[in-house]
């Protein structure tokens, strides 16, 4: 067989031509490149100007639709408002259209006025009383939930209702009782627990002033502090560290007791939800008990 056939053939060299588009060489059309355009008269501010005004063919002369020319008329009125064209060439430029949902500017919103706590530099009103217990193991102040303030001066107990500034007495006790140790209202403002020198608490209505119930026997000594629970259930406290509760509505009163304290109870109070009896004593200790 002949050799040639199995010859590859020889590559058609020849020599590259530069396309006319891929000249180095600077043309003279002004064509610019793709970056900045040379657009040439096109940049004619005044041929501009006379582009932009000269009407166009649908605003001639020629009839619209009866639609067509409602949806003019509504555009003019919520988007133009009035102009004829959106762009336009003018000295002074129109004032943007504001929006009834754009925000404050910062600079418009004012702060709040901070209000200032008024401090009183004197006692809106002074109340005399004389033959006041000068013992702090003693509580003779209760302010009731119908705003009505009980004091126990010596033996005596008195109401200064601070709506019309009236004072009352309530209730004097006797001289081997004397003087009252503590005061307490009851939750309903219609009833108070009167706890006296000898042990013994009265229980007393105020609108009709009457002796509801006498519990004695409670503590050996002062009652030096009482604290509601409810309309029902009130607790005392004795120079020994004894706190009792007591329902006034049984025979048998005293329902249990605590023992958290060495020395005389100064203070007694109930949270509010009746679970939690916070207690203070002259020990310089604080007790809280839970309610079972």
Same mark, same amino acid.
């Given at each position: 067989?002949?050799a040639d056939?199995?010859?590859?053939?020889?590559?058609?060299v020849?020599r590259?031509?530069?396309?006319p588009?891929?000249?180095?060489?600077?043309t003279?059309?002004?064509?610019?490149?793709?970056?900045?355009?040379?657009?040439?008269?096109?940049?004619?501010?005044n041929?501009?100007?006379?582009?932009?005004?000269?009407?166009r063919?649908?605003?001639?002369?020629?009839e619209?639709?009866?639609?067509?020319?409602?949806?003019?008329?509504?555009?003019?009125?919520?988007?133009?408002?009035g102009? %004829?064209?959106? !762009?336009?060439f003018?000295?002074?430029?129109r004032?943007p259209l504001? $929006?009834s949902l754009? =925000? +404050?500017?910062?600079?418009?919103?004012?702060?709040?006025?901070r209000?200032?706590?008024?401090?009183?530099?004197?006692p809106?009103?002074?109340?005399?009383?004389?033959?006041i217990?000068?013992?702090?193991?003693?509580?003779?102040l209760?302010?009731?939930?119908?705003?009505?303030?009980?004091?126990?001066l010596?033996?005596?107990?008195?109401?200064?209702?601070?709506?019309?500034?009236s %004072?009352?007495? !309530?209730v004097?006790?006797?001289?081997?009782s004397a003087p009252i140790? $503590?005061?307490?209202? =009851? +939750?309903?403002?219609?009833?108070i627990?009167?706890g006296?020198?000898?042990?013994?608490v009265?229980?007393?209505?105020?609108?009709?002033?009457?002796?509801?119930?006498t519990l004695a026997?409670?503590?050996?000594?002062?009652?030096?502090?009482l604290?509601?629970?409810?309309n029902?259930l009130?607790?005392?406290?004795?120079l020994?560290?004894?706190?009792?509760?007591?329902?006034?509505?049984?025979?048998?009163?005293?329902?249990?007791?605590?023992?958290?304290?060495d020395?005389?109870?100064?203070?007694?109070k109930?949270s509010?939800?009746?679970?939690?009896?916070a207690s203070?004593?002259a020990?310089k200790?604080?007790?809280?008990e839970?309610r079972?």
């Open positions: 067989m002949d056939i199995y010859r590859e053939p020889l590559p058609d020849r590259w031509r530069r396309p588009w891929a000249s180095s060489r600077p003279t059309r002004g064509f610019g490149d793709r970056f900045i355009p040379n657009r040439g008269d096109r940049m004619n501010m041929i501009a100007e006379a582009l932009l005004n000269i009407p063919k649908d605003e001639s002369t020629d619209v639709s009866p639609s067509r020319a409602a949806y003019r008329k509504l555009l003019a009125d919520t988007m133009l408002q102009r %004829t064209r959106v !762009l336009s003018s000295n002074r430029p004032s504001k $929006s754009e =925000a +404050p500017s910062p600079t418009h919103i004012q702060p709040a006025a209000k200032r706590r008024r401090i009183p530099q004197a809106e009103k002074t109340l005399d009383a004389p033959d217990v000068g013992d702090d193991r003693f509580n003779v209760d302010w009731g939930n119908k705003n009505v303030l009980s004091i126990a010596d033996d005596t107990v008195y109401l200064w209702n601070a709506t019309d500034g %004072t009352t007495e !309530l004097t006790v006797p001289e081997s140790t $503590s005061v307490s209202w =009851a +939750p309903d403002g219609r009833h627990a009167i006296q020198y000898n042990s013994i009265e229980l007393y209505d105020v609108t009709t002033k009457k002796l509801l119930r026997g409670i503590h050996q000594g002062p009652v030096g502090s604290a509601w629970n409810n029902h009130f607790t005392t406290g004795g020994q560290g004894a706190i009792i509760n007591n329902d006034v509505r049984i025979q048998s009163h005293a329902v249990r007791s605590y023992r958290g304290h020395d005389v109870i100064c203070g007694l109930w509010s939800c009746g679970k939690h009896l203070g004593g020990d200790l604080k007790s809280k839970n079972k």
